[in-house]
């Protein structure tokens, strides 16, 4: 292991380690009393990160065969083992349900499975795809399997698995049958099936260095038999099967990127797993969100109605932002220091444009004015009480509203696992703006406020 893959490896550990010890611990549920609904359903979630981290640590590398019916998928398995561990035959769907074998061509601690499973035109359309994503989500190299000319189906399947982002050789088995094929025809082929998209779009599936060409259970060739006394019998010879150069790329990326990918797989799998622990927290919690963000928006509007000295509004107008964005990782169970609260209300309100700072504003110049009444007239006439009560009332509505909006944004911040998702803050925030009406928020915030 080398110094840049050993650092992968400790990093992707120390992660998926403090997950763990995060999500399974009451700590996450704080003041809440531990929800047993909940419980039981993360953890599914839960063991899928724990089995993350033990594949981790065994050093355990899965390379899976797709391909269709027949390809050679197993009779290369068998190959590769120096066995015949797995059924193969020339019948339809020879392979039933996927299976994992060990292998060890590097006498090292890297374990590796090699993964067998149906051919891929054995389950149907939609069914399909479901399970070759799920496969090769598991996996940490593909070894997609061909023989002979390349189909639609085989094409589409590629680009299907080329989404999970895992290293990939494509196999061309049965030479023995197709011996004029080479590395560029097969990519020529590729090219044709392509066409229509962007021919940079075959880069992303495959580069010709990752084709390999074998012949996993060459057929058995006839012989003629010269006997020293003149007589001719004819016999079968099983050639050796010709799998080298498989052999050879499997081990070259193993060297190479072995732990890397084990590392960078196991970070997937957690992320996948702690995605789904939040979105189920966020399910079960809904209401209790809802109310928190309310309840902070009518804090900050009273606090800042009431509050005559101005910066003070700026200032604790902040500190319940900070406290409200706390409240529902708490409420949540998130992992969430006080930097990152921080650092999360500072991109919601630079992203937010014009409406936070907009706040902000409101708050100096109102707030000035609001103290400068105040102080001046000392509520002395009851004019002035209205002014104020009423300039007040207007911006303690809208910093509460400022603290609505923020409440929205955290909530789907944290819902996505803390990432903005597949959507950059921006967007997310300017789709949140656009669901929140301001002049009902300001109005209801103001109705509450005058009802006190
Ligand atoms: N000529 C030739 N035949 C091969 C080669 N490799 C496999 N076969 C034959 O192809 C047939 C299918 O092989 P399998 O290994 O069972 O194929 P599979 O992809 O696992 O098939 P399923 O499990 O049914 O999806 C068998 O009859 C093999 O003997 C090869 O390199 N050359
Ligand atoms: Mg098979």
Redesign the pocket.
Same mark, same amino acid.
């Given at each position: 292991m080398n110094d840049r893959q050993e650092k992968h490896f400790n990093r992707s550990r120390a992660s998926l380690q403090q997950a763990i010890s995060w999500y399974a611990s009451f700590r996450r549920h704080w003041n809440y009393p531990p929800d047993e609904k909940l419980q039981a359903e993360v953890k599914e979630d839960l063991q899928a990160l724990k089995g993350a981290l033990d594949k981790l640590d065994r050093k355990a590398i899965r390379i899976a065969t797709f @391909?269709l019916? %027949?390809? @050679?998928?197993? %009779?290369i398995i068998n190959g590769l083992l120096g066995q015949k561990i797995l059924p193969?035959?020339?019948f339809?769907?020879?392979?039933k349900f996927p299976q994992s074998v060990r292998w060890n061509p590097l006498n090292s601690e890297i374990e590796i499975e090699l993964i067998d499973t149906?051919?891929l035109d054995?389950v149907a359309g939609e069914a399909r795809a479901k399970i070759a994503r799920e496969f090769a989500q598991g996996a940490d190299l593909i070894l997609f399997?061909v023989a002979g000319d390349i189909t639609r189906t085989e094409y589409d399947a590629l680009w299907e698995l080329r989404s999970c982002q895992k290293p990939l050789i494509l196999v061309f088995?049965?030479i023995?049958?197709y011996p004029d094929r080479d590395r560029d025809s097969i990519y020529y082929q590729l090219q044709l099936l392509n066409a229509g998209h962007d021919p940079k779009d075959l880069d992303k599936i495959i580069y010709t260095d990752d084709i390999v060409m074998v012949?996993?259970?060459?057929?058995p060739i006839q012989v003629r038999v010269e006997s020293a006394d003149g007589t001719v019998a004819t016999g079968v010879e099983n050639p050796a099967p010709q799998l080298e150069e498989l052999r050879t790329a499997i081990i070259k990326i193993l060297e190479r990127e072995g732990t890397s990918l084990l590392a960078l797989n196991a970070l997937v799998q957690a992320r996948d797993a702690e995605n789904n622990i939040a979105k189920k927290t966020v399910q079960l919690r809904q209401k209790q969100a809802h109310d928190i963000i309310w309840k902070y928006a009518r804090y900050k509007a009273i606090a800042i109605a009431a509050n005559p000295i101005p910066l003070l509004d700026v200032i604790g107008g902040l500190g319940t932002d900070l406290a409200l964005i706390r409240s529902l990782a708490r409420l949540y169970g998130l992992p969430i220091t006080n930097h990152e609260a921080g650092e999360l209300w500072r991109k919601i309100v630079a992203s937010s444009g014009a409406l936070l700072l907009g706040e902000i504003a409101s708050n100096l110049i109102l707030g000035v004015g609001k103290s400068g009444v105040a102080l001046t007239h000392a509520f002395s006439s009851p004019g002035a009480f209205t002014v104020y009560s009423t300039t007040a009332g207007l911006q303690g509505a809208i910093a509460g509203y400022g603290s609505y909006v923020v409440g929205q944004v955290a909530k789907v911040y944290l819902e996505q696992g803390c990432t903005w998702g597949s959507l950059g803050a921006s967007t997310v925030m300017s789709e949140i703006l656009a669901q929140v009406e301001p002049n009902t928020i300001i109005y209801r915030l103001r109705q509450e406020l005058f009802s006190l």
């Open positions: @391909g019916v %027949s390809c @050679g998928k197993s %009779s193969t035959g020339p339809h769907g020879v392979t149906p051919g054995e399997v088995n049965k023995d049958l012949s996993a259970q060459p057929q």
